[in-house]
């Protein structure tokens, strides 16, 4: 058996304390540099810190903001119940024994902390009795701390603190390194997260882009876009249908050489409006199409912005082939119904007045002749009464059919008709209407369409102004220019709202503008009514000749 002196086992005893410890710390050392979680950084600095410094109860703090320490990993506290509230509860640095340990970045021990004025009681670490805190400190800054516990006072000595404070310098670097890593990866998710949603918008993107090349692709009308020079950038298949060209041999292709010729300035014009103004100009041009063929279209175009920026104009055109048919037909329907209406009128008026007229005539010289014999007898009277009686008969045949159809309009024509006229409007109403004719020629003849279309118009004008108008003054205007005859009916009277006629007025109500109109249009002309409340009315007919 060996005996040792008393110095040479203090000596062994202290060789192997330190071995062991030398061991622990490497051991931390590599446990701690193996993992990059913070939470097993810090479970494991708690487990090797057990190893170090026999303690009751311990935490680690961390640094959160400026003046913060949060509880993030604890061992040993009963009397903490929920270990979730534990590990967020956070010490302001003013608790001035953590605001010592920040500043002097050195380990701090409470004996007692009954003892301990600056000592500060917290619920569920009331058994602690001996403290220690002990600062993690990298790159120069306290990042953190261990608060290390135990139960009976005046337990930790200066080793207890060396040792803790060999294991902090080791573990604050991996604390740090593991936060950073945190960091970098709450960074990555949110980088994936923000490449996740611009991909989810790009998608968006396509699908609202095919949505729209779908639509564009498929449309029944053409769809065109055009530069501001007017060069089409791009158009739809509608386009190539409407058109019978290939959509390479429009695109790259005014539009100049796709309207008929003598529309292309009015196009021109309407182009340069809607670059000046903003919103959707509609209009009507024919399109040649590539056999030649004329293709009436209705044209809607915007302009279109880039960042504000003025860049081209979108259009759609729509073939109106089929409607302008249909109105055609209409429009020769509606003339050949005036035309038969007034080859009616002119032959019940050649009747009343040849075959009525004439028989009244013979009637009348028949009673004459009675009269003659019935002189002095009882009848002669009866005899007069029926000469008036068939006198007023005649008149009143004679009147109808003037007004039916009168023949002075087939027989001198349209200026003289007007002046008959207006002299038996103003017999029959008292009301004086100034002629005013500028014909070069009084007695020019125009076509019987215009020659009537002017005379019924004139008379459905005059007749509402006796009607309605209770004017004082009234002009009828026939003037002619190169290749147009302008008739215009005025008045001084009430006037009257037009729209608003229209919007609440049965149609039954307003027969005679709307025959007035038809008539215009029937003859090739275009009518015009323009009348305001108390300032008068004028009707105003223009027809090409
Ligand atoms: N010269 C006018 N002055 C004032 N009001 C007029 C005039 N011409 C037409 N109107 C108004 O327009 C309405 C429609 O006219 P119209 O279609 O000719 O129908 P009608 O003469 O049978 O009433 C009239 O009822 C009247 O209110
Ligand atoms: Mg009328």
């Given at each position: 058996?060996?005996?040792?002196t008393?110095?040479?086992?203090?000596?062994?005893?202290?060789?192997?304390?330190?071995?062991?410890?030398?061991?622990?710390?490497?051991?931390?050392?590599?446990?701690?540099?193996?993992?990059?979680?913070?939470?097993?950084?810090?479970e494991?600095?708690?487990?090797?810190l057990?190893?170090?410094?026999?303690?009751?109860?311990?935490?680690?703090?961390?640094?959160?903001?400026?003046?913060?320490f949060v509880v993030?990993?604890?061992?040993?506290?009963e009397?903490?119940?929920?270990?979730?509230?534990?590990r967020?509860?956070?010490?302001?640095?003013?608790?001035?024994?953590?605001?010592?340990?920040?500043?002097?970045?050195?380990?701090?021990?409470?004996?007692?902390?009954?003892?301990?004025?600056?000592?500060?009681?917290?619920t569920?670490?009331?058994?602690?009795?001996?403290?220690?805190?002990?600062?993690?400190?990298?790159?120069?800054?306290?990042?953190?701390?261990?608060?290390?516990?135990?139960?009976?006072p005046?337990?930790?000595?200066?080793?207890?603190?060396?040792?803790?404070e060999?294991?902090?310098?080791?573990?604050?670097?991996?604390?740090?390194?593991?936060?950073?890593?945190?960091?970098?990866q709450?960074?990555?998710?949110?980088?994936?997260?923000?490449?996740?949603?611009?991909?989810?918008?790009?998608?968006?993107?396509?699908?609202?882009?095919?949505?729209?090349?779908?639509?564009?692709?498929?449309?029944k009308?053409?769809?065109?876009?055009h530069?501001?020079?007017?060069?089409?950038?791009?158009?739809n298949?509608?386009?190539?249908?409407?058109?019978?060209?290939?959509?390479?041999?429009?695109?790259?292709?005014?539009?100049?050489?796709?309207?008929?010729?003598?529309?292309?300035?009015?196009?021109?014009?309407?182009?340069c409006?809607?670059?000046?103004?903003?919103?959707?100009?509609?209009?009507?041009?024919?399109?040649?199409?590539?056999?030649?063929?004329?293709?009436?279209v209705?044209?809607?175009?915007?302009?279109?912005?880039?960042?504000?920026?003025?860049?081209?104009?979108?259009?759609?055109?729509?073939?109106?082939?089929?409607?302008?048919?249909?109105?055609?037909?209409?429009?020769m329907?509606?003339r050949?119904?005036?035309?038969?209406?007034?080859?009616?009128?002119?032959?019940?008026?050649?009747?009343?007045h040849?075959?009525?007229?004439?028989?009244?005539?013979?009637?009348?010289?028949?009673?004459?002749?009675?009269?003659?014999?019935?002189?002095?007898?009882?009848?002669?009277?009866?005899?007069?009464?029926?000469?008036?009686?068939?006198?007023?008969?005649l008149?009143?045949?004679r009147?109808?059919?003037?007004?039916?159809?009168?023949?002075?309009?087939?027989?001198?024509?349209?200026?003289?008709?007007?002046?008959?006229?207006?002299d038996?409007?103003?017999?029959?109403?008292?009301?004086s209407?100034?002629?005013v004719?500028e014909?070069?020629?009084?007695?020019?003849?125009?076509?019987?369409?215009v020659?009537?279309?002017?005379?019924?118009?004139?008379?459905?004008?005059?007749?509402?102004v006796?009607?309605?108008?209770?004017a004082?003054?009234?002009?009828?205007?026939?003037?002619?220019s190169?290749?147009?005859?302008?008739?215009?009916?005025k008045?001084?009277?009430?006037?009257?709202?037009l729209?608003?006629?229209?919007m609440?007025?049965p149609?039954?109500?307003?027969?005679?503008?709307?025959?007035?109109?038809?008539?215009?249009?029937a003859?090739?002309?275009?009518?015009?009514i323009e009348?305001?409340?108390?300032?008068?009315?004028?009707?105003?007919?223009?027809v090409?000749l």
């Amino acid at each position: 058996m060996k005996t040792e002196t008393p110095e040479l086992a203090g000596l062994l005893a202290r060789e192997q304390a330190i071995r062991r410890e030398t061991e622990i710390l490497r051991d931390a050392n590599i446990a701690l540099t193996q993992n990059l979680s913070l939470e097993r950084v810090l479970e494991t600095l708690l487990d090797f810190l057990a190893q170090l410094v026999p303690y009751d109860s311990a935490n680690v703090m961390l640094r959160s903001g400026d003046s913060q320490f949060v509880v993030s990993a604890l061992r040993r506290y009963e009397g903490f119940q929920n270990v979730e509230t534990t590990r967020s509860i956070a010490f302001d640095s003013t608790n001035p024994l953590l605001h010592r340990i920040c500043t002097t970045q050195q380990s701090l021990v409470v004996p007692d902390t009954r003892k301990e004025p600056e000592w500060q009681f917290v619920t569920g670490a009331d058994h602690v009795r001996n403290w220690m805190g002990v600062p993690l400190v990298s790159s120069g800054a306290v990042i953190g701390l261990y608060s290390v516990d135990k139960v009976e006072p005046n337990f930790f000595q200066p080793e207890h603190a060396r040792l803790a404070e060999t294991l902090a310098a080791r573990a604050a670097s991996a604390i740090q390194n593991a936060q950073l890593f945190e960091q970098s990866q709450r960074y990555v998710a949110e980088l994936e997260e923000i490449i996740v949603e611009r991909e989810r918008a790009e998608v968006a993107l396509r699908e609202s882009e095919e949505r729209y090349r779908q639509l564009f692709e498929n449309a029944k009308d053409a769809i065109y876009v055009h530069d501001l020079k007017g060069t089409y950038l791009k158009v739809n298949r509608a386009a190539e249908e409407l058109s019978g060209y290939m959509r390479d041999e429009i695109v790259g292709h005014n539009f100049e050489e796709f309207i008929a010729p003598e529309h292309v300035n009015f196009v021109r014009k309407r182009f340069c409006a809607k670059l000046a103004q903003q919103g959707e100009t509609s209009y009507e041009v024919d399109v040649i199409a590539k056999d030649g063929r004329r293709v009436p279209v209705e044209v809607s175009s915007r302009a279109i912005y880039d960042n504000g920026q003025l860049v081209g104009v979108q259009g759609m055109a729509r073939d109106i082939t089929e409607r302008k048919l249909a109105q055609d037909a209409l429009q020769m329907f509606s003339r050949q119904l005036i035309e038969a209406q007034e080859e009616e009128r002119r032959r019940i008026a050649r009747e009343l007045h040849d075959q009525i007229g004439q028989i009244l005539t013979a009637v009348k010289m028949n009673l004459h002749t009675v009269r003659q014999f019935s002189h002095g007898s009882e009848a002669a009277h009866y005899v007069k009464d029926n000469i008036e009686a068939v006198d007023e008969a005649l008149r009143l045949v004679r009147d109808l059919s003037i007004d039916l159809r009168p023949p002075v309009l087939d027989d001198l024509g349209l200026d003289t008709a007007l002046r008959w006229y207006v002299d038996r409007y103003t017999q029959r109403t008292g009301l004086s209407v100034d002629v005013v004719s500028e014909l070069p020629d009084r007695n020019e003849r125009f076509s019987r369409d215009v020659e009537t279309a002017c005379f019924r118009i004139a008379q459905e004008a005059l007749t509402n102004v006796i009607r309605h108008a209770s004017a004082s003054q009234v002009v009828v205007q026939l003037m002619k220019s190169a290749n147009t005859l302008t008739l215009i009916v005025k008045d001084n009277g009430v006037g009257f709202d037009l729209k608003s006629l229209r919007m609440r007025s049965p149609r039954a109500a307003t027969l005679g503008l709307i025959s007035m109109q038809e008539r215009a249009h029937a003859a090739g002309g275009t009518l015009e009514i323009e009348s305001r409340r108390t300032k008068g009315t004028r009707i105003r007919f223009i027809v090409p000749l």
